[in-house]
């Protein structure tokens, strides 16, 4: 790895492929410091996020990544390295628990950032960060501000740099702020939320649990930001148009985005999201049957991407689903690969067997309805 320039500050930062570690990450870059990344591969179930880190840390073009194996499952001791149960709520919009969970790694974030301290003297850096928040994590004894400070000292007390005068800080700008707070902060610094994952117990395709503590803690944030947003229904087809461009056929001819007749006619009910007054998000639902009573088909439902993973498209859907209610029957659409962990984390089932859709490409049938169970 290349050394900052002349005066250049770099920073170590705890990148776990979270909203938080990457929140940091993207502020540490906004105040001027090259950003080194340290993914710890401590033999956690939840092994999406991994690959999360991954896909964040070359999203946001760190200086450097590395991705350190310390398997701490030797010492158990946590859900999250044993065999022990991930604890779940038995709704997404439960409150979550001020006491230490046992979700709680011992000692993790002592032994993360001592790992860090040593990357960063390795590196002639100076600076650490943290995604540490003490609001929304108060039942974690090593998220709190009195650990942040003494860890601090610890910092200065063990390293040749502390000692001979150059001393180390560690950066921890969320730790004050509440999930939204975090998700309005990530948003402004244009981090690629959609990337990130918040969860302790995916499934095999990487979605997530919607019932443990971190989900609970993102979905109740992301509600009450998506709240900000307006949603209007029963719009001309004409107004999904240019969302459904930018988003669903880009590099195609704009005619593309136009589903013919069924597009206008009255049974057929679309939907704008807007936030500031910009559209930001779409959606279409149009009579089309299926077996099971599937009477409904979901199409043009997209989000611009600088909006995506910040609840929007889970209010879209909920709209859908609102009004399939209402209506009394159920939704099914075709969705692409990269759509399917966000239908299915709304309720929808895969069926079937991939296909593809020519000059678009690999899809599948996914189903939901209100008798479904998630």
Known sequence: MERGGEGQKC??????GGLDSATVTAWLQREGFDVIGLTVDYGQKHRAELKAAV????????????????DLRAMGGSALTSDLEVPKA?????????DIPVTYVPARNTIFLSLALGLAEARGAHD????????????YPDCRPEFVEKFGELANLATREGVEGRPMQVHTPL???SKVEILRLAHELKVPVHMTLSCYDPNANGAPCKLCDACRLRIQAEKEFAGEAVMHTHVPAQR?????????????AFETVDYGEIDRIGSTMHMVLTLDDKEIGCA????????????????GMAVDEEYRGYGFGRRLMESCQNLAQELQTGLWCNARNNAIAAYVACGFAQVGEEFDIPNIGPHY??????????
Do not use: C
């Open 175 to 177: 730790l004050k702020l």
């Open 284 to 299: 279409t639902i149009m009579k089309e049957e299926r077996e099971g009573g599937f009477g409904y088909r979901i199409r």
């Open 240 to 252: 999904t148009w240019h969302v459904r461009h930018r988003n669903l056929r880009q590099g195609q």
């Open 90 to 98: 038995g709704d997404a919009l439960a409150e979550v628990s001020a």
């Open 128 to 139: 650490l960060g943290i995604g540490v928040n003490a609001l929304d994590y108060s039942g």
């Open 11 to 16: 920073a170590v930062v705890l990148l776990s």
């Open 55 to 70: 896909a964040v840390a070359s999203a946001l073009k760190v200086k450097e990544h590395l991705v350190m194996r310390l």
């Open 365 to 374: 049938v996914l189903e939901w309805s209100d008798s479904r169970p998630e």
